[in-house]
């Protein structure tokens, strides 16, 4: 079965900076978009960046100039490196990916993992 496996998250400081993997395994035949989506403590969930399968990159307004997303088609891998982090960038972040599979075309989660800014 398809599935999509983040590294782990971390604690970093504020200005810090960590990068975020999410892997996909499986039958997946092709991929689409993929994203990071992010849910802080009672907040709802975000998008924060989605890359097309060209390459093409979006962001928040709220990441612009600080996170890049990127992706290794390859590798099935999409990244995010997040720099000048701030405290309020904590949250658990999801990858996600519109995949092509032995199950059809959908949308496929990685576990969420947590990052946490401290000021």
């Known amino acids: 079965q398809e599935q999509l496996v983040e590294s782990r998250g971390g604690l970093v400081q504020t200005g810090g900076s960590l990068i975020l993997s999410c892997a996909g395994s499986?039958?997946?035949?092709?991929?689409?978009?993929m994203g990071w989506y992010r849910q802080a403590p009672g907040k709802q969930r975000e998008l924060v960046a989605v890359i097309t399968s060209g390459g093409i990159p979006n962001y928040a307004d709220s990441v612009k100039g600080r996170f890049t997303i990127s992706r290794d088609n390859a590798k099935l891998t999409v990244y995010l490196q997040m720099n000048s982090l701030r405290p309020e960038d904590t949250a658990v972040y999801y990858c996600?990916?519109?995949?092509?599979?032995?199950?059809?075309?959908?949308?496929?989660w990685g576990q969420g993992t947590q990052v946490t800014v401290s000021s």
């Open positions: 499986g039958s997946i035949s092709s991929i689409n978009a």
């Open positions: 996600y990916a519109a995949i092509k599979g032995i199950l059809g075309t959908r949308t496929i």
